[in-house]
């Protein structure tokens, strides 16, 4: 890992927080940043934001959305804004204000989940995926990656599904019974708090006897002789999907995935099909995939999977295919051959497989080692940072290490920012094609 600024503060800039998590981790990275000499501001737009800012500087946007752009604008040269820092810049509320940071000439910084889990997080300038200036030229990212550290793999830090759990309802309850608060927020995931939680509810009466059913399929597959393929599913509201994939919706990367693996995959193999493990169970994924799978008549070929260890699945697995999730670039921590379907950062000529999917079931690509491991260390040093959205330790840490590189200007360095952005947001598919 590249060192960490000096505690020593730089010359004094204006950092403004927009919508973060539903952690305590930005008022914590402002409390590290304004003992380094900067101001730190917050824009709260809903009762949630502001109660995870109960310190100075938050001010409330109660207006409505036409009359954001305007109040945003006033509001950074009011204040002299430099620094712009927030999460989901997929959000529609986050594109009008990036579109006038861009104009203002403020800098943006992205904060989020970490790709390198379970305990890192994100920090990038500008941007992720599509948006992401990280190098995607094999050339120079072993360039940059050749004199870098292997990282700390080891877990340093843990997190509680229920701490999670308790931090979404602290923030969303109060959005639903104190709306009138901010009586025009409109929120940017598909479904309302209350039903989410009633899926969970429903989700957690089941699981034990789903996690019964993932290990003994985990067990069956890891320790027969049935080659297969690993296809992880993911939230259908999160902006990988929406923003950063062709499809509109992953009804259709679905349909897409079995119709090829119908058509071209050996008859022997078997493809997994994984629920998202934050799915809050208001679709029935695994209905829809049974009812595709006979379509295609190939239900004794598909397995659905809820659950379960899925580490021991990518060490055995023939591939894995994926929208643009994570579990791709676990994947490839492991060697295993990987096809993107959308637009991730890790969708690397050598690293994961260029070819069409239609080939991936028989030629599938191994990832060039050389490239693997300056990617992984590139990306470690330049836009991760060790800790987490949920615990006190790893907020702590998190807070420490992202307000060191704000303050010293390090985010996506060393050599890992390539201006414009190397990749391209695809073009959604016409509906029903």
Known sequence: MAPEASLMPG??????????????????????????????????????????????????FRGRPADWQSYLAAFIKRHAVTDMVLLGEERPC???????????????????????????????????????????????????????????????????????????????????????LYPHYRRHALFHPLAEYGGWLLRLTGEGRRKAAATALIDRLTTGDTAFFVFPLQLQTDFQLRAHSPFNGQHEAIDEVLSSFTAHAPAGNRLV??????????????????KAAEKHAIIDRVSFLDGGDLNALLEKCQGVVTINSTVGLHALQRGRPVKVLGTAIFNIEGLTDQAVLDRFWTTP?????????????????????????????????????????????????????????????????????
């Not at 917050?42 to 409330?60: P, S």
């Not at 702590?396 to 704000?406: F, M």
């Not at 996506?412 to 094609?433: F, H, L, T």
Request: glycine share 6%.
């Open 365 to 433: 690509a191994v990832p060039d080692e050389v490239l693997r491991t300056a990617f992984l260390r590139l990306l470690a040093s330049s836009i991760q940072v060790r800790g987490n959205f949920y615990s006190a330790e790893g907020t702590d840490a998190g807070a420490d290490a992202i307000a060191a590189r704000l303050d010293a200007r390090t985010v996506n360095e060393p050599g890992a920012y390539i201006d414009p952005p190397p990749r391209q947001k695809p073009s959604k598919r016409p509906p029903g094609n």
């Open 273 to 290: 099909v994984k629920v998202h493990p934050l799915d809050n169970g208001l679709i029935d994924w695994e209905a829809y995939i049974r």
């Open 94 to 180: 986050h594109q009008v204000a990036i579109t006038i940071a861009r104009r203002e000439a403020v800098d943006v910084y992205v904060v989020e989940m970490g790709y390198l889990r379970p305990d890192w997080l994100t920090l990038e300038r500008d941007g992720m995926s599509s948006n992401s200036h990280f190098p995607a030229d094999p050339g120079q990212i072993i360039a940059a990656g050749a004199s870098l550290p292997e990282p700390d793999w080891q877990r340093r830090h843990s997190q509680t599904f229920l701490a999670e759990a308790a931090y979404d309802l602290l923030y969303n309850l109060p959005n639903v019974f104190l709306w009138f």
């Open 11 to 60: 010359p004094s800039r204006v950092f403004l927080f927009l919508q973060g998590p539903s952690s305590p981790i930005f008022s914590k990275i402002a409390d590290r940043l304004e003992k380094r000499g900067h101001h730190c501001l917050r824009i709260n737009l809903n009762a949630g934001d502001r109660i995870f800012w109960r310190r100075r500087g938050g001010y409330n």
